[in-house]
């Protein structure tokens, strides 16, 4: 992953790599863990999304009358040679994100999975037969592709929020353009590499990989042709799509992160409790919208669950995550390290002790890079900007609690709604917990709990819709109802 003077392609329409309308423009990809450019990619502007929208659109009619099983054997075929060149693709992934590699192989494999589940869920779009109220009628629900889909996925999964948004697409029989994050082009570039060996029917997907997302962004909201535009990204974003595609009443499906709460109730197994916390906080250096955020421990065992995780965040390696000990990568750039950085200050002005890390750190003396130091904070309140806002880096927050009833209200006390987690022995106090908090996905003693086959999403500020599961094919289909008269 060397730099060098070759330009990577980044228009992939109507089945070939092709030359975007301004063709000396490129812009650079870099490594978030040295400053180094990767490569340097084919600048798509506005009018290479209108093109390939106007290809994505003249293939959608072949596209849809292909059977589901027909479709089904498309995605098998990515999944497969996605697997079968995991080492490669995650190498990109963490040349470009900075996630350590054994991250990025696991993402590679919950990448493709998305392929293999949407194969054969792509065969279960169930209509209905509805009894009639007449004897001369028949009644049919019947579902069929919504149309065009436009994709705009995010850097910090640059594989798996791809595929989650893309395998759908295809199985329901929508055709597709792709909109990559402008930090991580290279990994949707390698999988449209993969793509295009499979023999996808040319125009079926489309890449177009630019620096200025706003102006695709702009395109795909006002153009008629786009019938579903799948986001994943910040709220303030989704609300501008909300807004500029409301004209033409564009299907949306829109996740825009989360804060999620991590309670630890008095009866939690606490070294269980501290091994879910580490598994949810730090994987991408905290750079996911469902790990754990605000963190909330029950008095009676805040002592003991502190000095365990204290021990666990001082023993992190913080380094390049190509290197195979390092479980700490950098932040991807700038913007995020001083999000990071106010954040802490804020909690310590308003009070708040840190008990390790909290600074700037310059492993292999990489100067050009954003590396922060695991910290975590105690005394920690919702005054506190920690609290208040999604954090994205690698800090541990911790606020304490007493009273059951109080801490429904403390953790649904956020705009956000995406994701809570809970650790306790009680199935009832579980139950309540999953019951009560108004986020789309809860973990009870579960820190991951991101698979292909169940619905992802989230309640309030936090999106529109569901992927995963027979719901994210939902996303891409629309309903017909047939009144037959006999």
Request: aromatic content about 8%; overall charge neutral; glycine content about 8%.
């Amino acid at each position: 992953m060397k730099e060098n003077n070759k330009i990577t392609p980044g228009f992939y329409c109507n089945g070939s790599w092709s030359e975007p309308f301004l063709r000396d423009k490129s812009f650079t990809n870099i490594n978030p863990a040295d400053g180094q450019i990767i490569a340097r990619v084919r600048d798509c502007s506005r009018d290479d999304a209108k093109r390939a929208i106007a290809c994505a659109a003249e293939a959608q009619e072949s596209w849809e009358k292909r059977t589901p099983k027909e479709r089904g054997e498309f995605l098998v075929k990515i999944a497969r040679e996605m697997k079968n060149n995991s080492e490669y693709l995650a190498k990109i992934i963490t040349a470009e994100s900075g996630k350590p590699l054994r991250e990025s192989v696991a993402e590679i494999a919950y990448a493709a999975d998305f392929f293999v589940w949407y194969a054969e869920e792509g065969k279960r779009a169930y209509g209905e037969i509805v009894p009639a109220n007449a004897k001369d009628k028949m009644r049919l629900v019947m579902r069929s592709p919504a149309g065009v889909a436009g994709i705009i996925s995010p850097w910090n999964f640059p594989q798996a929020m791809l595929t989650r948004k893309l395998a759908p697409a295809l199985a329901a029989g929508c055709s597709v353009v792709v909109k990559p994050a402008e930090q991580t082009p290279c990994s949707a570039v390698e999988l449209f590499k993969i793509i295009d060996s499979t023999g996808l029917p040319p125009g079926t997907a489309n890449l177009v990989c630019t620096s200025e997302p706003a102006a695709t962004g702009e395109e795909f909201c006002s153009n008629k042709e786009i019938a579903v535009i799948s986001f994943t990204g910040s709220a303030q974003v989704g609300k501008i799509i909300i807004r500029e595609s409301a004209e033409n009443v564009t299907k949306l499906s829109l996740e825009h992160g989360g804060n999620a709460a991590f309670v630890v109730f008095a009866d939690a197994d606490i070294d269980l409790a501290v091994k879910g916390l580490m598994a949810s906080k730090f994987r991408n250096a905290g750079q996911t919208c469902i790990c754990a955020n605000r963190i909330f421990v029950d008095k009676e065992i805040a002592d003991e669950f502190t000095k365990k995780v204290q021990t666990a965040v001082s023993r992190l390696k913080v380094g390049n995550g190509i290197d195979p000990l390092t479980d700490i990568g950098p932040l991807i750039d700038r913007e995020g390290f001083e999000k990071v950085e106010n954040q802490v200050k804020d909690a310590i002005n308003k009070k708040a002790k840190c008990l390790c890390g909290g600074k700037r750190i310059y492993p292999d003396k990489s100067e050009n890079a954003f590396f922060y130091e695991p910290c975590l904070l105690t005394d920690v309140d919702d005054s506190m900007l920690v609290f208040r806002q999604e954090t994205f880096g690698p800090i541990v927050p911790v606020a304490l609690f007493d009273n059951t009833e109080d801490i429904i209200k403390a953790v649904n006390n956020t705009d956000y709604g995406l994701s809570a987690y809970a650790y306790t022995k009680s199935l009832s106090t579980g139950f309540n917990f999953a019951r009560n908090v108004k986020a789309g996905i809860i973990g009870i003693n579960d820190p991951v709990p991101s698979v292909p086959e169940c619905p992802f999403g989230g309640l309030k500020q936090s999106g529109i819709g569901r992927e995963g599961g027979w719901r994210g094919l939902d996303e891409f289909l629309e309903t017909k109802y047939v009144s037959v008269g006999l």
